[in-house]
Nanobody, 125 residues
Framework: QLQLVESGGGLVQPGGSLRLSCAASGSTLRYRAIGWFRQAPGKEREGVSCISFSGGSTNYEDSVKGRFTISRDNAKNTVSLQLNSLKPEDTAVYYC??????????????????WGQGTQVTVSS
């Protein structure tokens, strides 16, 4: 059974940076698209970014384009999300999620079957 664990969250001032990591165990992340999602208090969960199984295709939610960067290391079974130029509105619990193995080297913000428990990101002065 694939298990995902996020890390790297914390408290940061506006304009600061964080690097979130998603580590997998129990199964490989190869051939799986990976997505990062977030949920702020009182709001619905939203997709932030995703990466295809090869890393050749990525997508970003409009509000994070140019500030967040997703990457993966299949050899280490990890996916990272670099958060730069953070804003207070980025405050949320961030989750990584994995899809089922696929031969399609693309990603979207739906059809994820495995979820981590989340890591808190708080942007405040």
């Amino acid at each position: 059974q694939l298990q995902l664990v996020e890390s790297g969250g914390g408290l940061v001032q506006p304009g600061g940076s964080l690097r979130l990591s998603c580590a997998a165990s129990g199964s490989t992340l190869r051939y799986r698209a990976i997505g990062w999602f977030r949920q702020a208090p009182g709001k619905e969960r939203e997709g932030v970014s995703c990466i295809s199984f090869s890393g050749g295709s990525t997508n970003y939610e409009d509000s994070v384009k140019g500030r967040f960067t997703i990457s993966r290391d299949n050899a280490k079974n990890t996916v990272s999300l670099q958060l730069n130029s953070l804003k207070p509105e980025d405050t949320a619990v961030y989750y990584c999620a994995a899809g089922r193995p696929t031969i399609l080297d693309r990603c979207g913000m739906t059809a994820y079957d495995y979820w981590g428990q989340g890591t808190q990101v708080t942007v405040s002065s």
